[in-house]
């Protein structure tokens, strides 16, 4: 039972570059999440998914999109990425309302 | 519109003495409650949770919280903190929405420096 895993830890983009994080997890549950973590300001949600098939905007969406492929993985992409999304972004999963989130390890994105 | 509200941005504090690390929030429907706390270069994990019943929650790592309805608190408390406790740690309320989704409003963070 691996819980919520990402893929890349690191990366290292160049403005206007593209990439795609990945997130799958293993616990059977219906909502998924991608946030950003910048210092002082906390985690902010970017995307979410309260089930498979449907997605929603979050707090901050401007510059991403995702895909919510299956049940198991929700994919967070940038299609041009900017200095400005440089930041640790979370996969997190949630098994249902008074449940608590589950999250992934990360990924380290720079932007140069 | 539901906030979360931590107090603190940095709290240091010797080993072996007691911590509070403050949260409020605010919302006009019913709210449950967690702390999650984050070591360097992690994700965030549980530490408690408060969703009904008795408003003191034992969590993991003999941390605990108080819900105060009537001065909209949940403040984190140990007794005596251990050098491996210092992390940063995240107040936030869940509720839920249309859609089935649970939003989810996270604090800006405390930074809990243990100092030997």
């Known amino acids: 039972n691996a819980g919520v895993t990402q893929t890349p830890k690191f990366q290292v983009l160049k403005t206007g570059q593209s990439m795609t994080l990945q997130c799958a997890q293993d616990m059977n549950h219906n909502s998924m999440y991608w946030y950003r973590q910048d210092p002082g300001m906390g985690l902010r949600l970017i995307y979410y998914s309260a089930s498979e098939g449907t997605t929603d905007k979050g707090e901050v969406p401007n510059g991403y999109n995702v895909s919510r492929l299956n049940k198991r993985e929700f994919s967070l992409r940038l299609e041009s990425a900017a200095p400005s999304q440089t930041s640790v972004y979370f996969c997190?999963?949630?098994?249902?309302?008074?449940?608590?989130?589950?999250f992934g390890p990360g990924t380290r994105l720079t932007v140069t | 519109a539901q906030s979360v509200t931590q107090l603190d941005s940095q709290v240091p504090v010797f080993e072996e003495a007691p911590v509070e690390l403050r949260c409020n929030y605010s919302?006009?429907?019913?709210?449950?409650l967690f702390w999650y706390v984050q070591y360097p270069n992690q994700g965030l994990q549980l530490l408690l949770k408060?969703?009904?019943?008795?408003?003191l929650v034992k969590g993991i790592n003999g941390f605990e919280a108080e819900f105060n309805k009537s001065q909209t608190s949940f403040h984190l408390r140990k007794p005596s903190v251990h050098i491996s406790d210092t992390a940063e740690y995240f107040c936030a309320g869940e509720r839920a929405v249309s859609g089935g989704y649970q939003k989810v409003t996270f604090g800006t963070g405390t930074k809990l420096q243990v100092i030997p």
């Open positions: 919302s006009s429907v019913s709210v449950y």
């Open positions: 408060y969703l009904s019943g008795s408003t």
């Open positions: 997190a999963s949630n098994g249902g309302l008074n449940y608590e989130q589950y």
